[in-house]
């Protein structure tokens, strides 16, 4: 099973990780992805920000580009798309099962 999560709001980070952490304790197997656009992409910028292994990252560069974020803080291990927005519809038409926070 494969599963993304999409976040535009910096402030439902936690729910979002303490999700991806839920479901991965569930099924250590899934293919999980999370999606970030909006406000949500300034959250990267944070060092101390803990991301979970084998999850893939995905900011959207019209949200970096609109908030001025700085790409040299951002944290290691995440990808850079140009629409986040779009990067969702694509991973649900390889079969990932969205989930909006």
Not at 43 to 69: M, P, Q, T, W
Request: glycine share 4%.
């Amino acid at each position: 099973m494969k599963v993304v999560f999409g976040i535009s709001e910096a402030a439902k980070w936690e729910l979002v990780s303490a999700n991806v952490r839920n479901i991965l304790v569930e099924d250590p197997n899934l293919e999980v992805a999370v999606v970030a656009y909006s406000e949500a992409v300034t959250i990267f910028v944070d060092k101390n920000l803990e991301l979970h292994k084998g999850v893939k990252y995905y900011l959207c560069n019209n949200a970096i580009e609109s908030r001025e974020v700085d790409r040299s803080k951002l944290i290691k291990g995440v990808e850079i798309t140009n629409s986040g927005v779009y990067k969702i519809l694509l991973l649900q038409e390889d079969n990932f099962r969205y989930i909006r926070s």
